[in-house]
């Protein structure tokens, strides 16, 4: 939750409108859905610099998929994409991890070849709803933040 302040904080002090930061800001929350691993920064920051946004938004909407969300986002995404595709999620965590080598990633392969499309259908749905959802919610604060800090006695 401590994690959750810092980031809002953040946003909240960011100089540009509302409606840009919260852009900026539902983008990342897209790419950090995206199903291409290990490219999230690199695609926050290549749209932020192509498109002048926030790169500190942006960005931190990206690192909301991070190493301790990684496996929570990305099941939520597989199961949602079996539900839209009709793919049965039977199946998705029965990998045996007893197997060592060659045979481990033949068994992986195997094992989650029916759940690629689910994959992607998914976690791309789960990104255009999550990054909607960020932009209305952060432009709504940020709209109600602003007036009220700009009326503050200077210290």
Known sequence: ????????????????????????????LFI??????????GLALAIAIAFRLSRVAILTGAWVNNPWTLAPMYTAGTL???????????????????????A?????????RPFILP?????LVAGVVAGGLGYLVLRL?????????????AR
């Open 1 to 28: 939750m401590n994690r959750l302040r810092q980031m809002v904080r953040v946003l909240l002090h960011v100089e540009d409108t509302p409606n840009r930061v919260a852009l900026a800001f539902a983008i990342g």
């Open 32 to 41: 950090s859905f995206f199903p291409l691993l290990g490219i999230h920064t």
């Open 80 to 102: 949602l994409g079996c539900a839209i595709l009709g793919v049965s999620p039977e199946g998705l965590g029965e990998i045996d991890w007893s197997l060592h080598g060659r």
């Open 104 to 112: 481990f990633y033949e068994a992986l392969y195997e094992g989650l």
């Open 119 to 123: 994959f992607v259908v998914g976690n």
């Open 141 to 153: 604060v940020l709209e109600r933040r602003r007036p009220a800090l700009e009326t503050r006695p």
